[in-house]
């Protein structure tokens, strides 16, 4: 069973930087498309950046030019870079690796915090 693992929250202040890695389990982590969702009390679960298996990468609009998704897969870690943070950033932030047709896995959570 693959398992995906986040890492990396904390606490920032505003206009500060954090790195989330998300590590999986498995050996085909490198056909994988994976997402980085956040969740903040009261909101629904929403889509923050989405990269590849190709290495193509997509962000919703209030992360543009802040937030960077990237890949290794030699570690079968995603990454997640957020730069100028913002206290609307705040929210638990999860992971999500698929491969269709073989998993669809979703990590347990990371807390990110962003205030003075």
């Known amino acids: 069973q693959v398992q995906a693992v986040e890492s990396g929250g904390g606490l920032v202040q505003p206009g500060g930087s954090l790195r989330l890695s998300c590590a999986a389990s498995?050996?085909?982590?490198?056909?994988?498309?994976v997402g980085w969702y956040r969740q903040a009390p009261g909101k629904q679960r929403e889509l923050v950046a989405f990269i590849t298996s190709g290495g193509s990468t997509n962000y919703v609009d209030s992360v543009k030019g802040r937030f960077t998704i990237s890949r290794d897969n030699a570690k079968n870690t995603v990454y997640l870079q957020m730069n100028s943070l913002k206290p609307e950033d705040t929210a638990v932030y999860y992971c999500?690796?698929?491969?269709?047709?073989?998993?669809?896995?979703w990590g347990q959570g990371t807390q990110v915090t962003v205030s003075s």
């Open positions: 999500n690796s698929r491969v269709p047709g073989y998993y669809d896995a």
């Open positions: 498995g050996s085909i982590f490198s056909r994988s498309a």
